[in-house]
């Protein structure tokens, strides 16, 4: 159902507790694989991700052009962009799952998911993160994204920019953008 994408340059200590935060999707079979784009890492990032099974492509192409390649290989219906460092909230996996059906359900597949900021404990921080919503700030790239492969492949994905995260992000349209309730630290 879903494929992980996580660029990585020598990333090996952000990495390892973003691989156990996937480890509970794993378990409840929402996540079917892990690919690792990495940058020709010099540190243990490979290391890592092989022995967590990921599956690795090695290149030293520019991040945008990782993430492409990465998610054009994914065997699963919808993509998840994480960070190395994003580990998710506990319930990540029931709320990723109920966003897929409803999406799946209108059969458009034209949202795409983001996770909340940082756990969404207090009403303060909840109230925080709708504020932010409503004055048109946009998801930082290590909130992850949830979206189709249909719809990320419509969009082109991602492209050789500064910052292909973000560049992404706009494409995806703010109309578009559901924020998950769900967060991301």
Known sequence: MLSVVIATQDSERALLPTLAALVAGAVAGLVREVIIA???????TVAIADEAGCRVLDSTLPRGTRLKT???TARASWLLF???GAVLDANWVEETRRFI???ELRKDCLNAGVFHPGPLGSAAREILALLRAALGAWPDPSQGLVIAKSLYDALGGHRDVPAPERDLFRRVGRKRLVWLRTGAI
């Open 38 to 44: 990495d940058a020709s890492s010099r540190d243990a």
């Open 101 to 103: 059906e409803e999406v």
């Open 82 to 84: 994480l960070q190395p």
């Open 70 to 72: 990465a998610a054009g």
